[in-house]
């Protein structure tokens, strides 16, 4: 279909109308409340939980005369429940998906029993530090897992077709075009395109499209539509200039619509990207990555002491599967091979073995079966495999002795694929910054698909980890991984 090219006016060439569904913001109004429900619970059950066990209700607090922890527990759930609030950590623009909802839950918790410990001291009563130690880190967890189990529930319902809020995309048709790999993210995090507006020239090709059967509008004609509720999201990707941007927004302000811009910055996270003024002028700061400082310091602590207390607590399970690899063919028990780290240094990884001892000489006779791009060789049923090997990566177990390794600093707990000298190789210069930080034993990749995922998926998700890491994130890759091992989701 033809169209023609964007006037002064903002107008685009369209067919009629198609009616969509309406479900608007109602399903995150539903989602809301199903999360004030999950978090009266955790909280309530850390609260109650670890002061009846610890003091019992009718135990008075010292300091204040009369006032027990009976009528404590409940003041502090109320005031936990109200900063969950007006921490915004139920807000829509957050909720369902990345970091940042776990972030201001934690922090909405921490504040809360910082201001308690104030005004016990202020009223110089003795509130017990018991509740710091077991109260507060229980209810974070709980609060954590509440939200987990949530998202996994909405995602169910995103990627069924419900919960979902119909979405217009605006943009010229490169650029249309481009948003087909980002469908299906845009879809788990409750968008679901239901039209486009197509700006400026069409390409001959626009009827192959992956937008070709959609309804579309005119440019003049969106906000009428807004007002008729027929969608209830507006995606800018490209195409319009300031002013036409600025006069778009104010014809879709009367209407209950949200209004998002689809920045060019490709991976790069809501974190580093702020929105200031300066001097009238509206600027989008975006922070530039950093691979140094106290938080790589600290990122290496958390290494080291998760990696001793993993080779510590697990050393019985080390001891049976070496003994399970050894008594299924007399192989050595540790696989060991050349990766490419940090900056490019070479180090050596260590697995528990999971082939057959001469499995690198018959992968020759086995390139015809390779089924996957790039310089990835995977086979889903490789015959190089062991019995007991297949048990090991099923749930992750031939990776524990690269704990050993991060131990010595080669490797991170959490960090891009370590890869192989060969694929470096084939390396572009984008693929490059994948050396700027250690490589990890789990990351984005590890509980995004494993091995399903191809030679394109897991690079993109390995660069989008060195642009974005953080602390927390790294917190919550381990929390998914340990999950991913249990299930054995994805594994080769």
Known sequence: MSSQALSSAGSASVEAPVAVPRSGLAWHRKYQRMLIAIDLVAVTVAVFSTISLRFGTEETMPGLTGVTYGVIAPLLVAAWMWMLSVGLSRSRELIGAGIKEYQRVVLASLWVFGQAAIVSFLLKAELSRMIFVTTLPLGIALLMTGRWIARKWLARKHTSGAYLTPTLIVGRAPDLADLSGDKQNLLFAGYGINAVCVLGEEPAED????????????FDAVAAEAAKGTFSAVIITNGLDRRQTRRFAWQLEPYPVELLL?????????????????????????????FGGW?????????????????????????????????????????????????GKLFTMHKFRTMVPNAEELRAELEHLNEKDGPLFKITQD???????????????DEFPQF????????????????????????????????????????????????????????RLDLQYVENWSLLGDLILVIKTVV?????RGAA
Do not use: C
């Open 484 to 488: 991913v091992m249990f299930t054995g």
């Open 383 to 397: 015959p190089r495999v062991t019995r007991v090997g297949r048990v090991l990566r099923k749930y992750s177990l």
């Open 404 to 459: 050993w390794t991060v131990l010595k600093g080669d490797m991170s707990v959490v960090g891009p694929r370590p890869p192989l000298p060969s694929e470096v190789e084939q390396y572009s210069p984008a693929h490059q910054r994948r050396l700027l930080i250690k490589p990890g034993i789990t990351g984005l990749w590890q509980v995004s698909g494993r091995s399903e995922l191809s030679w394109d998926e897991s690079t």
């Open 262 to 290: 689809r920045t060019n910055l490709t991976d790069v996270a809501g974190p580093r990207i702020t929105v200031h003024t300066v001097e009238g002028v509206s600027l989008t700061r975006v922070d530039l990555p950093r």
């Open 295 to 343: 938080q790589f310091a600290l990122k290496r602590f958390a290494d080291v002491v998760f990696s001793l207390a993993v080779l510590i607590l697990l050393s019985p399970m080390y001891a049976i599967i070496a003994l399970l690899v050894k008594l299924q063919d007399g192989g050595p028990v540790i696989f060991k091979q050349q990766r490419v780290g940090v900056n």
């Open 207 to 218: 009827s192959e499209a992956w937008y070709a059967d959609l309804p579309r509008f005119r």
